[in-house]
């Protein structure tokens, strides 16, 4: 049946529709060549599919089947006799990932010169189709020629600081792979969290893949080795390869804490809770380190076909090793000037490695410092100056940096996404000649990835930061294209797709706006608060509790505001089309006789945090600095005046700072409290000099002044000063600090 159906089909000459037909294609990526005929081929339960010989080929033509019959609700004919779609190899279609699929009012052929090409080849056949289900459905008559522009088109998802279950990832691969992106990075280890499980190091996952958070719970997960060969078995079927990535030498803080033999202190050490860059890392002074990185490796290629593997190699901090005496020891033995040096030395060891079990190592750019292999694949986010130095090193690139999903919406928006071109200038800065390194080494450029980072990110609003980005991503390095003209051909393509994102359940966010964005503001009148819901959605929800408890979709809900009339714990999460889209965000409100009356700063806080008056609106600062509720100063001190407008009986005064080390934010070193009638002459009520102990685990403290017999006074005086005071290995000494105050309390 394949040959007499070929020709007929590829004999027939296609006429081309009107305008108005071509643009009810709605595929993306859109096809390299894509020409509309007249009529339709009527898929029905007559239809069949013929497939080439071999195990794929039949995956390939099972997987349409199910796939057909979960869209339309159409059981295909399992006759042998039964014809309609045809599969086939055809070694003209050039290219790995190419295919041809003709419809006519005959049938439907795809033909490619590989499996890769025929399943893409199917997966835009699922795009023709129409979503609803019935007893037949049309598919519209098309030729369409097709090939990637990029061969690496890549998602990459952080597990460490955020775990997502087996679930949700195979969902994504789904997704993914319908949007034809051929390559999951899985972010497996992290200074919060090991995720992958190594039969030979238990404690990994027994003690690395949990951290207990500032609450007292226990957070983490892990993927056991069966877990982790169903999912890249899974992602296979779909055309996807995975690719593991174990950090090192930096982010391996999680690792360490299981195992401090390797690191350069050997001292024991907890999960972290916070993000940013830790100072412990992979003792390089120490061959075990490399002999336990081996083992880990070992076990982690067993997993993964892949011919890649990433591992890291990002910020890392050289303190521990300029401090360790056997990494000083190597690094005079190998004659390396500096710890540049070392960790270069740390990663052409690991890549010979690699090497020598058939893989090829991936990096982030930093494994440029000191020299990396040339062989080497470098993965860009930082910017072109690194691109361009991998290029001319003879690395082979992955562009990354441009594409950042952990980004505001409203900043890394789908069109900044679609128009950004991963072979040319990726900022404004760039001189020509630069931008003529990237025309040079067009061929290093293997693609381009979007990582989704997960210290704001988690199983709730991953899908909002994700879609409809990465279908922008998709059409970028799939078609090369980035034109204005073209951005507008794809948004009227995305408006179908958002009809079988609401098919699969997929919580997306919109295109350049915030999911939402909850505020809450103290009502003038002294009747409460207000709680308002600006929204991305004009159809989303939110619903929210006053108690504390954790809101459902049955919680009450508001559309753009509610009232709160009494004080307590606010939580609300935005719901739409019945699915959630984010954590429940929290709202402690506090009565404060400071509120709605005037302060006053010596120094102004910083602008790139909350301003000032944040601090007496009776809203308490959550656990989060970025969530406008603290107001922060920079390398200076805090100084407020509160006017109470008149003589007050004050029983309490009490302030909380925030203590993260780690992103520069110390405490106080003292803290003062002052009242005054007339605002010249002082009484102070409180002095409190701070001795920070940095290896707290603590993050909040608050200073209070509590008196049973009332003190009178108009005005209110808070200082605290900035921390001179630090451990000789802090970073940088007692500059760069931060102060993090939340809500100035006053009863």
């Known amino acids: ?410 900043v890394l928006t789908v069109k900044k996404i679609y128009g950004t071109d991963i072979t040319g200038r990726t900022s404004d800065s760039a001189a020509p000649e630069d931008e003529a390194v990237f025309h040079q080494h067009r061929a290093q450029i293997l693609g381009g990835e979007a990582p989704l980072w997960s210290e704001r990110a988690n199983p709730f609003n991953a899908e909002s930061k994700m879609y409809p980005r990465l279908l922008a991503l998709a059409e970028n390095l799939w078609t090369g294209t980035h034109d204005d003209a073209a951005y507008a051909d794809f948004e009227h393509r995305l408006q179908a797709h958002y009809h079988w994102l609401d098919a699969q359940k997929v919580a997306y966010g919109p295109e350049d706006k915030p999911v939402v964005t909850y505020t809450v503001t103290h009502d003038a009148s002294g009747k409460g608060w207000q709680l308002h819901a600006k929204r991305g959605f004009d159809d989303l929800k939110s619903h929210y509790t006053v108690s504390g408890a954790e809101p459902t979709v049955h919680s009450p809900s508001f559309d753009t505001e509610v009232g709160i009339a009494k004080a307590g714990t606010i939580q609300v999460v935005p719901f739409r089309k019945g699915l959630r889209y984010d954590n429940a965000v929290r709202f402690t409100l506090v009565d404060n006789l400071a509120s709605d009356h005037a302060i006053s700063f010596s120094h102004s806080p910083s602008k790139d945090y909350a301003p000032g008056d944040v601090l007496i609106d009776g809203v308490m600062g959550g656990s989060d600095f970025h969530d406008g509720r603290w107001a922060a100063w920079h390398d200076e001190d805090l100084d407020a005046t509160i006017d109470l407008q008149k003589e007050t009986a004050i029983h309490s005064i009490e302030v909380a700072f925030l203590f993260e080390p780690a992103s520069r934010i110390l405490l106080p070193e003292q803290v003062t409290y002052a009242v005054s009638s007339d605002g010249q002459h002082w009484t102070s009520l409180y002095n409190d000099t701070v001795s920070v102990d940095f290896a707290s685990a603590g993050r909040h403290h608050v200073f209070r002044f509590h008196s049973d017999k009332p003190v009178t006074a108009r005005y209110v005086r808070i200082q605290g000063t900035q921390c001179k005071t630090v451990p000789a290995d802090f970073s940088n000494g007692a500059k760069d600090i931060w102060l993090f105050v939340d809500e100035l309390v006053i009863h």
């Open 1 to 410: 049946m394949l040959k007499p159906l070929l020709a007929w089909c590829l004999g027939l000459s296609i006429v081309l529709a009107s305008t108005q037909a071509v643009a009810e294609i709605t595929i993306i990526p859109k096809p390299q060549q894509i020409e509309t005929g007249e009529g339709s081929y009527q898929l029905d339960a007559k239809t069949g599919i013929d497939a080439p010989e071999g195990a794929r080929a039949a995956e390939i033509a099972f997987f349409l089947r199910q796939a057909i019959h979960a869209q339309t609700g159409i059981e295909l004919s399992r006759s042998p006799h039964a014809h309609g779609i045809e599969l086939a190899i055809d070694p003209t279609v050039k290219g790995e990932e190419a295919y041809r699929l003709v419809v006519t009012p005959r049938g439907v052929i795809i033909q490619a010169s590989s499996d890769k090409g025929l399943f893409w080849g199917v997966q835009t056949l699922r795009q023709l189709l129409p979503l609803q289900r019935a007893s037949a459905v049309q598919v519209p008559a098309v030729h369409i020629e097709d090939a990637p522009a990029f061969g690496y088109r890549g998602f990459m998802l952080d597990v460490g600081r955020h775990f997502y279950p087996v679930s949700f990832i195979k969902k994504q691969l789904d997704l993914l792979s319908y949007y034809k992106i051929n390559t999951f990075h899985w972010h497996l280890t992290e200074d919060q969290g090991w995720r992958i499980q190594i039969h030979r190091y238990p404690k990994l996952t027994e003690v690395g893949a949990w951290r207990t958070e500032a609450d007292g719970s226990r957070y983490g997960g892990y993927y056991t080795q069966n877990e982790i060969r169903e999912v890249v078995e899974y992602a296979r079927a779909r055309n996807i390869t995975v690719i593991p990535e174990i950090e090192m030498p930096g982010h391996s803080v999680a690792a360490l804490a299981s195992y401090p033999e390797f690191s350069c202190t050997q001292q024991p050490m907890s999960v972290p809770i916070t993000w940013g860059v830790f100072k412990d890392i992979y003792c390089v002074g120490n061959p075990n380190t490399f002999t336990f990185l081996q083992h880990v490796l070992d076990e982690t290629m067993a997993l993964f076909p892949s011919p890649y593997v990433h591992i890291g190699g990002d910020e890392t901090p050289k303190d521990r090793w300029k401090a360790c005496d056997a990494c000083q020891a190597l690094m005079r033995e190998q004659g390396l000037k500096d710890e540049e040096g070392l960790q270069s030395y740390f990663i052409k060891r690991m890549q010979s490695y690699v090497a020598e079990k058939g893989k090829t190592l991936i990096g982030w750019d930093e494994i440029l410092e000191g020299g990396a292999d040339k062989h080497a694949i470098i993965e860009i986010w930082r910017g072109d100056d690194e691109a361009r130095k991998a290029l001319a090193n003879g690395n082979r690139v992955i562009v990354a940096g441009p594409f950042y999903l952990d980004a505001p919406l409203d």
